[in-house]
Every structure is written in C-alpha cells, then in structure tokens.
C-alpha cells in the first residue's frame, strides 16, 4: 500500500473506545477517521469529542477510507460483527476477547485469509516495557528453562465502578474471558504456547448489587463462573498456576512469578504497560530492575495510583505498520485464537473437571525491543 497511514473506522463508542482515541495520535501507521454505535448519540458524542466523522455501522463498512475496522463491541457481538467487518473487505482488529469459542475464531481465520485481509486482537499490554524488558531477560537466559510460574488476579469485580457492568457476568465475561487475556497473552509471549488446561470453577453469589452510578442498589444475575482455580501446561513442560476471582477483597498475591532453572522473576500486572520487575538469581535476594528506557513503559497517564504508562492501540498500530510493511504482526490471529482455546477450555475444565488439551498453537510473537518500539511512535 503507498499511503502513509491507514484509516481506521472504530465500531463500539463505549467507555474503552476513549483510549483509542485518546492514544492513537502517539503512533505511525493510523488515523482515526469515523466511528460507529448501535446507539447513534454515542457514536455523535465521541465523534465530536475527538473530531471524528460519525457513522453508522452499515456507512463506516462501506467507506472507502477506512482500512482496518476495530471492534469494540461487547465480547457477545464479537463474531458477528467482526464477520461483517471481513465480509466488507476491510482489515480487523477486535478487542479481547476475540470470540468466544475456538470454531467461531477459525472461521473469521478462513474467511480473512480468502480476502488476504488480517486479524489482529487485543490485549497488547503485553508490548508495555515491563513485559518486553521481562522478555529479554527470558530470551537472554538469565532465567535458564522456565520450568513453573503462579500468576494472580483478584478483585471484588466491575459492579463497583463501571456504569454497565452487567456484561461481565454474562456469557462472555467472567474474570477468565476479562482479565485471562492480558495474563494468557504475556505468559504466551515469555514461555510459549499452552498444551493442556484444567480448572475449578465457582459461582460464589448469583446476584450482584451494582454500587456505581448512575444504576447503584441495582441488582443483576450472575451466570458465568467468577471464581476460577487453572492450570496451565506449556508445551516446554512449565506448569503454571492462575487464579482469577470477582469474589475477594484483598489479597496479598503478586500478579506473576516465572520460575527457572536459574532463577525467578516477579513480572508486574500485565493489564498495565508499565511497572518494576523483581529478580533472583538462584538463592540470591529478590532485587527489583532498573527499569528499561523503553517509550511504553514511560508514565504517561494520571490514574487514581498516580501516573501510569497507558500506550493501548500500540497492538494497532503495529498491525497497520505490519501491513504496509509485509511482514507478521503481534497482536496476531494465531495468538488471539490460542488464548481463546486456552480461556474457553479452562471454563470447560470447571464445568467436567477434566483436563482439557488444546488443539491450536502459535508462535511466540516477535520482541518489540527499545528502538523498535520508538520507531512506532509519532
């Protein structure tokens, strides 16, 4: 392709699609044309926040400057809205999860690869500079052979803050189909593709009373697992724990720890672009790393904890640079799909009790070191 960036089209003006507009102008590859809503004044609202064209999703489909459509519906609409975002010939990039069971997910692969179109999917967290700065210790070997890890995330779940929490204890949600893919995807990149799965899924509470605004004392039903127990095989022979609950109100567990041959390390949340890592050396102290000088690790934004690096879209953009390039791209289909099979098998462990083997893999995607990441950057 000869133009410079790649119009991108985004359907699902919901309280994410803010992030995309807000950090999309940080990166090369993408411009932000138009968006979409099955609810027109959302669509009209971010459109004029950001100085957007808004569309309709039938009109955003059949403009011909648009390029890559992003999918930010809710993970129940994710197929059939990604489907019609392949049939109109234009490139996709949905937010996680991809979809919900394997077979959907093999299908929008056959049907992209008969355009020649590609798919790529979020979380892209896992380019933050913590991440990328864990996996070069991975691939340096200062670990030796990852042989186990333990990976945490617990809360006491999205009633509490989000103004429309009920999808996430719908089909579809849950803290597996949620938060998995941002633990899924980085363990992926730093160890490799997963060979079996197997779980114990609870339902602690079948209602839930939303406490946020502006539906607070609301109650809403609960019908998907919020308390999950996991194991994860590797096909190198690592076994890995993760725990994923909406149902407790502190703990005192990190977010992720690798285990090698020669040492461990103590990764930060991979829901975040940023944070220290800790490292050991045999049985030598734990000591936290000098933070990379990587620009997705870089505070950026103010949350409640303070500044934080926030560089979501970069996923995007490196599709869209990937595309004008020729060449793979990270946030790929494959890694999307297995992270799926591995989420999807983990919620039908719980519900069999039995171990679950998976039938897709993927490559590890390809390091984004400090001066690749800066060459994505405006």
Not at 36 to 62: P, T
Not at 322 to 336: G, K, N, T, V
Not at 352 to 364: E, L, N, P, Y
Request: aromatic share 8%.
């Amino acid at each position: 392709m000869a133009r410079k960036n790649l119009g991108v089209g985004v359907i699902g003006c919901g309280n994410i699609s803010k992030a995309y507009f807000e950090l999309a102008p940080l990166f090369k590859g993408i411009e932000m044309r138009t968006c979409a809503d099955i609810n027109a004044d959302a669509a009209k609202a971010r459109a004029q926040e950001f100085g957007l064209r808004a569309e309709s999703v039938e009109g955003l489909l059949r403009s011909d400057d648009i390029d890559i459509v992003v999918n930010l519906t809710v993970p129940a609409a994710h197929y059939q809205v990604s489907r019609e975002v392949l049939d109109a010939g234009k490139h996709l990039y949905s937010e996680k999860p991809f979809v919900l069971d394997v077979e959907e997910g093999l299908d929008l692969g056959k049907l992209a690869a008969g355009k020649g179109l590609r798919i790529g999917s979020a979380p892209d967290t896992f380019l933050g500079g913590a991440h990328q700065q864990a996996r070069h210790l991975v691939d340096s070997g200062a670990l030796g052979r990852i042989t186990s890890g333990s990976c945490t995330v617990m809360n006491h779940g999205m009633e509490h803050w989000h103004p429309n929490p009920d999808f996430f204890f719908l089909k579809g949600g849950g803290p597996i189909l949620d938060l998995g893919p941002y633990y899924l995807a980085n363990l992926i990149q730093l160890i490799g593709p997963i060979s079996k799965v197997a779980a114990l899924a609870t339902i602690p509470a079948r209602e839930r009373t939303i406490s946020s605004k502006p539906r607070a004392g609301e109650k809403i039903p609960v019908e998907t697992p919020t308390t999950i127990m996991a194991l994860l095989e590797f096909a190198n022979g690592a076994a890995v724990s993760f725990n994923a609950s909406w149902d407790v109100w502190k703990h005192g567990h990190a977010p992720m720890e690798l285990y090698g041959e020669l040492g461990s390390l103590m990764v930060p949340d991979p829901n975040f672009f940023g944070g220290a890592l800790g490292y050991t050396k045999a049985d030598k102290p734990v000591k936290k790393l000098p933070k990379w000088e990587h620009p997705f690790g870089v505070p950026n934004q103010k949350h409640s904890n303070g500044m934080m690096a926030n560089y979501r879209t970069a996923g995007l953009a490196d599709m869209a640079l990937a595309i004008l390039e020729d060449r793979p791209h990270r946030c790929s289909f494959e890694l999307a799909l297995h992270a799926v099979e591995a989420m999807t098998g983990i919620l039908a462990s719980g519900d069999t009790g039995a171990f679950v083997a998976m039938t897709t893999t993927c490559d590890r995607p390809e390091a984004l070191g400090v001066k690749e990441a800066r060459r994505m950057m405006v």
